[in-house]
C-alpha cells in the first residue's frame, strides 16, 4: 500500500488528526507512567515478611496489677493460652512485629574500628556499621513466627535474659550481608559502643516493623530479651481457620487468668488484618490508577473510533469510487488501519518523550524510581492494539459499502 494518499488526506484533516495524535501522545504518557507505580506498588504490597501470616493472631494486654510480677503475669497467660485447642504455640513480645509500625532500633557496627570510622565520620554511610530494628520475645519466638533459619541455630535457655543486654543474637540475611560483606557472619561479634553480641543464628527473612526506607526493609535481628513491661503482645500460631476462633478463646483465657487487666478487642487482630491495614493505602492508590489508567485508555479508543467513524461519513462517495476502479474490501479496510497506525505512531513518539519528561517531574517531586525504558516500547504497542481495535469496526463498515450505492451518495 503506498502511504502518499494517506498523508495527502492527513494534511487536509490537520486539526482533526492533530488533536487525536496529542491524544495518544498524552495517553501514552500518563499510562506509562501509571502502570510503572501500579507495579512499584504492587511490588511494595508483595514483600514477604518471612513469617507465617496466615497462621498468626495477635492479642494486646496490658493493665496488671501493681503487686504482680510482669514476667510471672506472663509466663501464667501463655500457659493459659497453649492450653487453647489448636493453638500450636504462644509467645509473649514486647510490642514489634514485621508491618505493625512499633519499631525499636538499635546502631551495630561490625567492630570497634568500624564504630570509631563512624564518629569520625559524624556518620555510618560507608563505616559498616548498621540500625537494624530489633526484636524480642520470649523463648520460642522463631518457632512460633514460622521464621526459616538458614544457618546457625535458636537460642538456648540460658541465654534469656529479663534486663539487662543478652550476649547472642540471630540476624537476617540481608543484615549478614551488608554488615559482613563477603564473609560468613556467623560467629562473629557486633559492636554497639559498649558490649559484644555474637551472632549464633542466621534467619533467611524478617521484615521490619516498618519498613519505609529502601535498602534496609530486611535488616532485622532478634535477641533473647523476655519482656518486662505490663503491656505485651501475645502471638499465637494456629491453623488459618481457627484463628477467629482462638482470638475469641484467648481473650476469655486472659480475663479469666486475671481480671486487673485491659485486653481490647480491637487489638487482637490476626496477621492478616495487620498486614491489611498497613498496606491499605497502597491498595487504595493501586486501586485508584488502574481505573484511573483504564478510563484514559477507554477515552482514548472512543476518540479513535469516533473519528473513524467521522471519516466514514465523509468518504462514503471517496469510497465507491475506488471500489468500482477496483479497490477490494481488504484494500479499504488496510487504508484505514494503516491511516490509524501514522496518527497513533506519531502520538506515541511524541508520547515517549512526554513519559521520560513526566517520570522526571515525578522523580524530583514524589521520589518515585526511574521509568524503566522497556515501559516505552511496551506502551507503545498497546496503544497500536488499541487503535487497531478501535478502527476495525468503522473500518469494516466503510470496506462493506456497495459501489453502486456509494456512488450514488451525496
Not at 493501586?286 to 465523509?314: D, E, K, M, R, S
Amino acid at each position: 500500500m503506498e502511504f502518499r494518499p494517506i498523508l495527502s488526506s492527513l494534511r487536509r484533516h490537520k486539526l482533526t488528526a492533530s488533536l487525536l495524535m496529542l491524544q495518544v501522545a498524552f495517553t501514552c504518557a500518563i499510562v506509562c507512567n501509571v502502570v510503572f507505580m501500579v507495579a512499584q506498588r504492587i511490588q511494595r504490597v508483595s514483600v514477604s515478611t518471612g513469617i507465617a501470616e496466615s497462621e498468626l493472631s495477635v492479642i494486646h494486654s496490658s493493665g496488671i496489677g501493681k503487686d504482680e510480677s510482669p514476667q510471672a503475669r506472663h509466663a501464667a497467660d501463655l500457659a493459659a493460652l497453649r492450653a487453647i485447642p489448636g493453638v500450636r504455640s504462644a509467645v509473649a513480645v514486647s510490642y514489634s512485629l514485621p508491618l505493625n509500625r512499633s519499631e525499636s532500633s538499635r546502631g551495630f557496627c561490625p567492630s570497634k574500628e568500624a564504630l570509631d570510622r563512624a564518629m569520625q565520620r559524624n556518620s555510618i554511610e560507608g563505616s559498616g556499621c548498621m540500625q537494624p530494628a530489633v526484636y524480642d520475645g520470649t523463648p520460642g519466638l522463631v518457632d512460633t513466627l514460622g521464621l526459616r533459619l538458614v544457618a546457625g541455630r535458636d537460642f538456648l535457655p540460658d541465654e534469656y535474659v529479663d534486663k539487662g543486654k543478652p550476649a547472642v543474637a540471630i540476624i537476617t540475611q540481608a543484615l549478614a550481608k551488608a554488615m559482613y560483606p563477603g564473609r560468613s557472619a556467623l560467629g562473629q561479634s557486633m559492636y554497639d559502643g559498649h558490649d559484644f553480641i555474637r551472632v549464633v543464628g542466621i534467619v533467611d527473612t524478617l521484615l521490619r516493623p516498618a519498613p519505609n526506607q529502601p535498602g534496609v526493609a530486611g535488616q532485622s535481628m532478634i535477641w533473647p530479651q523476655r519482656p518486662v513491661d505490663a503491656g505485651v503482645l501475645y502471638v499465637l500460631r494456629s491453623a488459618p481457620q481457627d484463628r477467629a476462633r482462638i482470638l475469641r478463646a484467648g481473650r476469655a483465657a486472659l480475663l479469666a487468668a486475671s481480671p486487673s487487666r485491659l485486653v481490647d478487642p480491637q487489638r487482637m487482630k490476626t496477621y492478616t488484618q495487620i498486614r491489611a491495614r498497613y498496606f491499605q493505602r497502597d491498595i487504595t492508590m493501586i486501586g485508584l490508577l488502574i481505573a484511573a489508567g483504564l478510563g484514559l485508555l477507554f477515552v482514548t479508543a472512543l476518540g479513535i473510533a469516533g473519528l473513524a467513524n467521522f471519516w466514514v461519513q465523509q468518504r462514503t462517495r471517496t469510497i465507491g469510487i475506488r471500489r468500482a476502479i477496483g479497490a477490494t474490501r481488504g484494500d479499504i479496510l488496510r487504508y484505514f488501519q494503516a491511516e490509524n497506525f501514522l496518527i497513533v505512531g506519531a502520538g506515541v513518539v511524541i508520547g515517549a518523550v512526554l513519559a521520560v519528561a513526566l517520570n522526571l517531574l515525578l522523580m524530583s517531586r514524589y521520589e518515585l524510581p526511574r521509568l524503566p525504558l522497556w515501559y516505552l516500547p511496551v506502551g507503545a504497542l498497546a496503544l497500536w492494539a488499541l487503535g487497531q481495535l478501535s478502527v476495525l469496526a468503522p473500518a469494516l463498515r466503510a470496506a462493506a459499502v456497495p459501489p453502486v450505492v456509494a456512488t450514488r451518495s451525496v
